[in-house]
């Protein structure tokens, strides 16, 4: 049976559905630990950093004024005009998810239109403190859901692999934004450390992950800020740490080289190598000690480039034809054909930056 | 003889005994059941997205086609009728299209008047002397169809661009065997599967000779579309890639589809773009959907596309009213499925009857701009008809005329309960080397009592067809 290529625009989209799904886990993860964190602990700025995770300062605040857990829950589950906002999410991952029609299941088109209706319907009395934990586990729960869904349905061709890299790239950014964020919110004075308070807190940061009973089959009886910073980032076995993410996006590649011959992907691959090598090489100590913010920020860099890397291989630069197919082609209309390419890889990078194809609709008017 | 002919209890001759049982199962449900159906169906509906698009401003909200669960029956012997009506008209109109752009020998023989069809804004010049493939231009055609008082199948509508609703009929099927299991089971249904099989077997019969295994894709305006659903659908019933304007590139007067791979060849493209969007080089220069180069790849015979450009002057209202002639003229046979009673006020035996019934007819401009200048007779003051009779007198060319028909009407489950409301038939005529007709077809109902509008955009639903066979 002959496989069919992949259109580049499937690859794309897929990798954003993919991306976006997780991002919602992850937000849904990161209110329902915040939301316990205030509630217990009398932590100062506990929802700023929220807004700091995400880097939204700039867009909170040009509409509010206070970063308490009203206006904060309101601007990223319902916020509509906050691209970073569930709701927003969802919108354009069921985008992706219409463009990906003739690729995804019947089920997973079923279930993403579902569960979008219902994030639709929403309001403020859903968010209100008292049905935050449990809106946020039906969150987690319709991604996981979903995740569920497209394990046991989608179709392991090309497009499997892509939506493997959109989602491990995902999770592994959101991770780090995890540990940079609290780590730092959390570790602000030394004779903090160690103390009841931090524990919960840092016992909170693990469940926020979903990783506290893995982290304490780990270290049985050990919590620091360094562990469980190492644990997320380092940790071979852990679903959602750094290293392991990396891990599934390297061999996602890798299978979309081998099991189908393309030659492109090999600069994601390299990037990946050094990345995995900088992880791999030192402790999360000397990490700490070397200065565990810059290098999150890096981390941050790097996997942004990974996903260029990817976009230019698979759907940003059009690979020369065969030249069997296309052995008369002039100079001329490749050079044209080309620069029409340069045009459109400005537009797309324009809003992978920010959103991802389905966000923007100006192709369509 | 009744006013309106029943779809179910009115027959040409004695009653079915499948319709007959049928009906008695449809008896033994009460409303209060029906509707429970109905709800989970159209939930069901909503939940798969099986929806089309209804633009607004800031959003496009998303409907779905409302289900009516009663189906529409056609027994084995009308469902013949009808086939062989459609394969017929679906025949004439290639043969057609074939003449105007190239001989154009119907003009010649002052069968149809030459402005009608070179004056036509859907005629197009560039596609004279263009050989495609199999002489097929109409490879997916939707004839519009209804029945009047005397239960007569009579042709409303020739749909020869790009016609919609055939995911409906398919839908529709998958609905009904899932709500409604119990009222079908053990009758003899023609089945609706086959559809996507036979629109990927005519796009490979019409592809490039010497391609052994042709790449057919489906192209689409893209997910704003309101047919995006159907578009989605057919794709997926073909196994082909749906692919939008900016996924194809033209080089070397060849198509291409960029893949992750690189660029890959296409060979076969059923459009469901309008013409004018296909290709900027030729058609609107500003359009962004279509793809640079692809008709003069298309001309080459590098590429086949479906339907072929300039087919809308054969589904034209004026055009349409000069069917039966082209029929008896291509296939020297007589119509088989005839028009509704038209009427061309261009030639004086037409307007003189035309102004002699005017309160009993309904007026249509043929120009490009329907809609505007349509007078019903029926609802017209004197005044107004004194007004209309000094335009027709002014420029009859631009007139045709047709009795007001009484659509056949169905049962359907409304509020009051199950109530007799008006439905048409749109049947579905895929054409490669030879032309097949789905069984059946979409069934439009006007919910709304009294109703003759089947629009789905007016308050038009759906329901299933069945071919008894």
Known sequence: ?365 | MPRFFCEIMNTLGPLDPTVQMIHDRLQSFDVDELRRRATSAEAELYNLGITFTVYSDRDAIDRILPFDLIPRILTAGEWELVERGVVQRVTAINKFLWDIYHDQKILRDGIIPRDLVLGNVNFRPEMMGLDVPLGVYVHVNGTDIVRDEAGRFLVLEDNARTPSGVSYVIENRHMMLRVLPDLLSGIGIRPVEEYGLRLKQAMIEIAPAGVSDPQVVLLSPGIYNSAYFEHVFLAREMGVPLVEGRDLVVENARVFMRTIAGLRPVHSIYRRLNDDFLDPDVFRPESQLGVRGLVDAWRRGNVAIANAVGTGVADDKAIYAYMPRIIRYYLDEEPILNNVDTRICREPDGLKYTLDNLEKLVVKPVGESGGYGLIIGPHATRAELDEFRIKLKADPANYISQPVINLSTAPTLCEGGVEARHVDLRPFAVTGASTWVLPGGLSRVALKKGSLVVNSSQGGGSKDTWVLS
Request: with cysteine.
């Open chain 1, 1 to 365: 049976m002959r496989t069919q290529a992949l259109l580049s625009r499937y690859a794309e989209s897929t990798v954003w559905l993919a991306r976006y799904m997780e991002r919602i886990e992850n937000l849904a993860r990161i209110l329902d630990v915040t939301e316990s964190f205030t509630r217990t602990s009398l932590v100062e700025n506990g929802w700023r950093s929220v807004i700091q995770i995400n880097a939204d300062e700039e867009r909170y605040y040009s509409t509010r004024t206070e970063a308490d857990v009203r206006g904060v829950t309101e601007f990223y589950v319902l916020d509509r005009d906050n691209p970073n906002s569930i709701a927003s999410i969802i919108d354009v991952a069921r985008e992706n998810a219409r463009t990906l029609r003739p690729l995804i299941s019947t089920e997973m088109w079923t279930h993403i239109n579902v569960f979008h209706n219902w994030v639709r319907r929403l309001n403020s009395n859903d968010i209100r403190s008292s049905q935050l934990s449990a809106l946020c586990a039906r969150l987690k729960q319709e991604c996981q859901t979903h995740y569920g869904i497209t394990e046991g349905t989608f179709y392991r061709d090309q497009g499997w692999y892509f939506y493997s890299i959109g989602k491990f790239l995902e999770r592994g950014d959101q991770t780090t934004r995890l540990v940079d964020i609290k780590y730092h919110t959390l570790l602000p004075r030394e004779a903090g450390v160690g103390s009841q308070v931090d524990i919960s807190q840092w016992s909170a940061v693990l469940r926020s992950a979903a990783a506290y009973h893995a982290y304490r089959r780990v270290m049985p009886s050990s919590l620091s800020p360094a562990s469980v910073a190492g644990f997320l980032l380092l940790n071979n076995a852990f679903p959602r740490s750094l290293v392991l993410t990396l891990r599934q996006v390297y061999w996602a590649v890798g299978q979309l080289r081998t099991d189908y011959g393309l030659r492109r992907g090999g600069a994601a691959l390299e990037r990946m190598d050094e990345l995995r090598a900088a992880l791999t090489d030192q402790t999360i100590e000397q990490i700490i000690l070397r200065g565990l913010h810059e290098f999150l920020d890096w981390v941050q860099v790097q996997l942004r480039l990974i996903q260029n890397d990817i976009a230019d291989a698979f759907w940003t630069i059009e690979p020369p034809l065969h030249a069997s197919e296309f052995g008369t082609q002039t100079l001329g209309t490749m050079t044209q054909s080309l620069g029409t390419m340069t045009q459109s890889l400005g537009t797309m990078r324009q809003t992978m930056e920010t959103a991802g194809p389905a966000s923007s609709r100006q192709s369509q008017n």
